[in-house]
Structures are given as C-alpha cells and as structure tokens.
Nanobody, 125 residues
Framework: QVQLVESGGGLVQAGGSLRLSCAASTRTISSNAMGWLRQALGKEREFVAAISWSWSGIWTYYADSVKGRFTISRDSAKNTMYLQMNSLKSEDTAVYYC????????????????WGQGTQVTVSS
C-alpha cells in the first residue's frame, strides 16, 4: 500500500500563500490520478484539486472555489504532488489531505483508499 505524507501547512494571513506537498512512499503505479481534499471543522470533506496523467498527457481539475488561486502539480521523479495556494482566504482554513484515486469519464475525481494524515492550513483574516 502506498503511504502518503503531507507537509507544508501552517498559519498564514489572508491574501498570503502556502505550498503543500504530498510525498508517496512508492511510485503510484496503481493509480493514474491524485487529489487534494480538505475538511473544515464541522464540515464534510470536500474536493479541492486533482491531477491525472497518462501516456498522452497531464490533466488538472479544480473546485470552483479555488480555481484561479490554487495550482496542482506533480513531480513523478520525486513521487511528490504539490498544491500551490495563493490569495488564501479565511474559508480555505481546513485540514488538507492527499489521496490516490482516479478520474471518471465525466471528469470527477474518485477517491481511492490511500490517504495521508493531513496537514492543517489556517488562514487568519
């Protein structure tokens, strides 16, 4: 089973930036997509962004709430996925989790069974 370890969370002022990392213990060869999800206190876990890849290219997907502010990327040589978060808002405060999964034919991220432990992001207003 792939182990995922998130890092990079912290406390930042509104308008600031953070970059989250998700390091995988092995090559995620059984998955062709990874995603970031977040869970705010008292709320359901929600999709943030995903990246999928194949021999023909790389695709990225974003929740409307983060589109234009967050950028997902992946360094396959380092088995690491990133989430660059800019123009942070107080509503981005949550625990952020990475996950290995897949993308359905209609472009929705489908979570798999591998989850990291989460990293806390707190945005002060």
């Amino acid at each position: 089973q792939v182990q995922l370890v998130e890092s990079g969370g912290g406390l930042v002022q509104a308008g600031g930036s953070l970059r989250l990392s998700c390091a995988a213990s092995t090559r995620t060869i059984s998955s062709n997509a990874m995603g970031w999800l977040r869970q705010a206190l008292g709320k359901e876990r929600e999709f943030v962004a995903a990246i999928s890849w194949s021999w023909s290219g790389i695709w990225t997907y974003y929740a409307d709430s983060v589109k234009g502010r967050f950028t997902i990327s992946r360094d396959s040589a380092k088995n690491t996925m990133y989430l660059q978060m800019n123009s942070l808002k107080s509503e981005d405060t949550a625990v952020y989790y990475c996950n290995t999964g897949s993308v359905s034919d209609d472009g929705n991220y489908v979570c798999g069974d591998n989850w990291g432990q989460g990293t806390q992001v707190t945005v002060s207003s």
